[in-house]
């Protein structure tokens, strides 16, 4: 069997060197600034992720969530714990809340203009999952999981996800919003909103595995 993969290992290799290398016809094109002219957004990765390459980002998006889905059928049948330690000495609270407070709105920052510098839903969510988590560790489990089912924080990540599955749909079958003005807050059609609703998605989804994860395994 081994030959086998030899032989398609090679001629993997030998139609590389034989198929013409398409990007020498591109002259002086530069790639990044074709990127940006499509996307109408001057973050141009932001630009790949969310519209290049938006059918990878669909799957990247519904693999966390199938992630999280794993993660309360892994615990689902653990038994919670009845007593769960926590930060208990003052400066470690207030270092660890003002901590949550920069990273909240480094996180809204990062969703609200991460199509225009550095940033994007995802960095986004990231942010806002370690200010939960931050928060977490100096809050009591039971008022955390209160907030979590007020808020209705599994109801939302689904229709954010659901949301963000249609217009990228919508998106992949050439329906676009308008450009607006290259550099502006409300430019790049629909790219904005699939940040957002990525951002959203993320916080949501590590609050859930955070929540999960006190229930049954405790913070430390």
């Not at 990247?60 to 926590?86: C, H, N």
Request: charged residues 15%.
């Amino acid at each position: 069997m081994k030959w086998v993969y030899i032989a398609a290992g090679i001629a993997f290799y030998c139609i590389l060197l034989i198929i013409p290398n398409s990007l020498k016809d591109l002259g002086d094109v530069s790639v990044v600034a074709s990127i940006v002219k499509d996307s109408g957004i001057p973050n141009a990765v932001t630009g790949i992720i969310l519209r290049n390459r938006l059918y990878d980002t669909i799957f990247e998006v519904v693999v966390f969530t199938i992630a999280i889905m794993g993660a309360r059928y892994l615990l689902a049948d653990k038994k919670p714990l009845s007593v769960i330690s926590q930060l208990q000495d003052q400066p470690s609270i207030v270092l660890a809340r003002l901590g949550a407070t920069i990273s909240a709105l480094v996180g809204i920052e990062l969703a609200i203009r991460g199509h225009l510098s550095p940033g994007g839903g995802f960095a986004a969510g990231v942010a806002g999952g370690t200010a939960i988590g931050l928060v977490a560790i100096t809050s009591s489990p039971r008022w955390m999981r209160w907030i979590y089912k007020r808020w209705k924080a599994t109801i939302l990540e689904k229709v954010s996800v659901l949301v963000f599955i249609f217009l990228a749909v919508i998106t992949l079958s050439g329906f676009e919003l308008p450009h607006g003005e290259l550099g502006t807050l409300f430019s790049g059609g629909v790219i904005p909103l699939l940040n957002l609703l990525v951002a959203i998605k993320v916080t949501l989804g590590s609050w859930s595995v955070i929540v999960l994860f006190i229930h049954y395994r405790g913070l430390f």
